[in-house]
């Protein structure tokens, strides 16, 4: 059994049936005001290139992590250069059972998902997590599809597994796929995610972050630099910046 997963992911495309081909965006964004007056230096908003580095830090309900990714940075009309950034993300400690409307549904109505796990092309997964019916629950009179169990079997490998992280693709017999972010409805319990906070231009050094107080500590390698620098981030830092991207369905509109 699955109670979460999240899965980090570049933008890619996802083929739905009788509904042609549609753009998704990358798993997390940089959206720093910065970004518009040094385009050339901080790079652009998208990310790619993720990977998880060190293990987690689990403190007062939040589990930190630290990742790795680039993003292409160079004037108009120059060639991109990658750029390194370090990711800090919290994500909630206990796992909910993942739950949204999603209206009416049909008899035999399938799950499915782009599997980045299990398909070799990335840009466009050929393989894809399928829940059929009896995977998941769904409330008739309310609309109310819910996943105990993000996996459709209940025991063995982490596989044929819904990542929280990604839009669903709702399949129902004899209509045309339809594409949902159940971050975007109203009163969803999917994401995990609670916050994300960007480093321009340094690696993650390994490990776990450090969490103590309200703070939590992330070692970083300054790119082109032999220097190595301890980061500190408060465990909440959208109450000492407001404006700090806190979360998730902006990030797919």
């Not at 940075?73 to 909910?96: D, K, L, R, Y």
């Not at 739950?99 to 782009?114: H, K, M, R, S």
């Not at 339809?178 to 969803?188: Q, S």
Request: hydrophobic share 35%.
């Amino acid at each position: 059994m699955c109670v979460s997963r999240y899965e980090l992911y570049q933008a890619y495309s996802i083929v739905l049936n009788q509904s042609g081909t549609v753009p998704a965006l990358s798993v997390l964004n940089d959206y720093d005001s910065n970004l518009q007056a040094n385009f050339s230096l901080l790079g652009q908003t998208a990310m790619q290139s993720f990977e998880i580095k060190g293990g987690p830090s689990i403190r007062n309900g939040q589990v930190f992590v630290t990742a790795s990714a680039v993003k292409p940075a160079g004037a108009p009309g120059t060639s991109p250069t990658a750029i390194p950034v370090t990711i800090v993300m919290a994500f909630n400690a206990e796992p909910q059972t993942p739950t949204f409307v999603v209206g009416n549904l049909a008899d035999g109505t399938e799950i499915l998902q782009p599997d980045f796990a299990r398909s070799t092309q990335i840009l466009s997964p050929e393989n894809q997590t399928v829940l059929a019916s009896g995977s998941y629950t769904y409330d008739s009179t309310s609309g109310v599809i819910s996943f105990p169990n993000l996996m459709s079997n209940s025991q063995g490998q982490i596989q044929n597994c819904l990542s929280l992280s990604q839009p669903i693709i709702i399949r129902q017999p004899g209509s045309a796929d339809t594409l949902l972010y159940p971050d975007a409805v109203g009163g969803a319990v999917w994401n995990p995610l609670q916050w994300f906070y960007v480093l321009d231009g340094m690696y993650p050094s390994g490990g776990a972050p450090v969490v103590t107080g309200n703070s939590v500590f992330v070692s970083c390698d300054v790119q082109r630099s032999d220097s190595r620098k301890p980061i500190a981030r408060g465990t909440e830092p959208t109450l000492a910046q407001p404006t700090l991207d806190a979360g998730y369905p902006e990030r797919h509109r």
